[in-house]
């Protein structure tokens, strides 16, 4: 089926919407991670310790993460529109009022505040594709919109460094947050779901209906009465909670620490960071790309949806346990290299775990919900990771001890969703899934 309809589609307003919030997610982590970049720079100012580092940088999950349930059912309520908008106007306006931070506090409490703007980010871009996007086109699509964090924190090595040097640190948190407000107008005059869409054809809308997109209004019976507290009692969500927060503890290390590491661990200079220090995550781009395009394949042509995302996720994390090997090289491009396929291997997993909200959900209003909840669980990372790092670089004077646990964490996140998880497929449905 999925052959012949591809082959009748008129139009690609689908991919036109996924690469719009693709952009939204680029701005959004350029935002996240320039403090990360910046903060090697800011020393004159701050005089801060790395535990106290540790816990700025970690202020944007504690508020980030507490609000994930609330955007997702935010998100649900209220649909990618106005949503998608509403956020990036409040995290552009406080990246801009980070310029204004003069003490540790001040640096506290805006980062606090961001993390209450970026929390619906990812929710919505997931929402977008259960409802743009048919079973065989998911993954790829996620792996897009999800690469955009990567393409953010590579950019952020390059960008930031760049406009610290030539504007000062205060000025290039301003300039980074009109950028976002330009989005956040832009996505409001673009976007419309498929059904709403004037431009969209009857054949590509009638492909993403054949195609199993979930729609806005569709009648899904019994499973659209599933209350949002009901969800935790399946086995599913559990295992998606678990397996992520395992991925965000690879992922939130090259968001927050990992300029750091490059610095004062293998001594590097302003311009060599800002060269070499985007590699991993341009690998990880492809690394995403690759493990999105290879899993749609796979069930486009007739491979079961619980097969592809389990081996794929499972395989992923085997490969991002690398990173543990890192701290052991003699030389700087060996480290570089190991964690270059770290980072790839973490994001060839996120392709699939992010389409898995789509292909779980009982129905359209549960998708960002449970983007949500397993984004909650997944973002008590970002509130471990950095002050884990923090505290014991402080204690030990190097990066392996924290390194060598993150591997640990990531070999975990493969046995969560190769035994865990059990079968792919809309949860409420078959009795086998209850916890």
């Keep these: 089926m999925g052959t012949t309809l591809r082959s009748t589609v008129r139009g690609r307003l689908r991919w036109y919407m996924i690469s719009y919030v693709f952009a939204g997610l680029v701005i959004n982590y350029l935002d996240r991670a320039s403090l990360g970049v910046a903060l090697p720079f800011m020393g004159e100012t701050f005089q801060l310790s790395k535990t106290e580092e540790g816990m700025i940088l970690a202020a944007f999950f504690w508020s980030y993460d507490f609000f994930q349930l609330a955007a997702g059912w935010f998100v649900d309520r209220y649909g990618p529109r106005r949503t998608f908008t509403f956020a990036s106007v409040w995290w552009s306006l406080f990246t801009s009022l980070t310029a204004l931070a003069s003490s540790f506090a001040s640096l506290f409490g805006v980062r606090l505040l961001l993390g209450i703007g970026e929390s619906p980010a990812a929710t919505t871009s997931a929402k977008v594709v259960g409802r743009w996007f048919p079973r065989n086109e998911r993954a790829l699509a996620t792996g897009i919109w999800d690469s955009g964090s990567r393409v953010g924190g590579v950019i952020a090595l390059p960008v930031v460094t760049g406009l610290i040097a030539w504007l000062g640190w205060r000025w290039t948190f301003a300039v980074i947050g009109v950028v976002g407000l330009l989005w956040a107008f832009g996505w409001w005059r673009t976007y419309r779901d498929p059904q709403d869409h004037p431009k969209i054809s009857e054949e590509e809308l009638a492909y993403l209906r054949e195609g199993g997109a979930r729609f806005e209004g569709d009648d899904d019976g019994e499973a659209d009465k ?210």
């Design 226 to 435: 599933i209350r949002w507290r009901d969800l935790f009692r399946y086995r599913t969500i559990w295992a998606m909670m678990l397996g992520f927060f395992c991925l965000n503890m690879v992922v939130y290390f090259f968001l927050t620490f990992f300029p750091t590491y490059l610095v004062e661990e293998r001594e590097f200079s302003l311009l060599k960071l800002g060269l070499f220090g985007a590699l991993p995550g341009l690998v990880a781009i492809g690394g995403e790309w690759l493990g999105g395009w290879l899993a749609d394949r796979r069930i486009a042509a007739g491979e079961s949806v619980t097969k592809v995302r389990k081996l794929f996720i499972s395989g992923g994390f085997l490969v991002s346990t690398v990173i543990g090997v890192a701290v052991w090289v003699p030389e700087a491009w060996m480290a570089l290299a190991l964690l270059s396929v770290a980072y790839a291997g973490s994001t060839f997993a996120a392709a699939n775990i992010w389409s898995l909200p789509a292909d779980v959900a009982p129905a359209d209003r549960h998708v960002a919900s449970i983007g949500g909840i397993q984004n909650f669980a997944s973002n008590f990372a970002g509130i471990i990771s950095p002050i884990m790092i923090g505290v014991l670089v402080d204690r030990t004077s190097s990066f392996t001890v924290p390194l060598m646990v993150i591997s640990g964490v990531a070999l975990l996140g493969a046995f969560t969703y190769a035994v865990i998880l059990k079968r792919v497929e809309p949860i409420g449905l078959p009795a086998r899934e209850r916890a």
